[in-house]
């Protein structure tokens, strides 16, 4: 598998609208596409989606809340 720098259990936050969090849930690698994440709302809908792990890591589109390890969080 290719590495990633994204983990299960980072956290991220839609950039605008609304400020619910979202954990990833897996790293999913398709033979032909780029990387994608799967991400699960926190609280509430608990709904699911899959992106690209391009379009999580564009700061214009989503924004890290906490990396899986990390110390503290990045608010």
Known sequence: MTKSPVQ???IFQKASGLTS???VDRVIEFPDLPLHVRL???????RTVTVALSTLLD?????????AGAAADAE
């Open 8 to 10: 299960p259990n980072d």
């Open 21 to 23: 969090k979202w954990i």
């Open 40 to 46: 699960i709302e926190q609280g509430g809908n608990e």
């Open 59 to 67: 700061p214009r589109q989503w924004r890290v809340i906490k990396m």
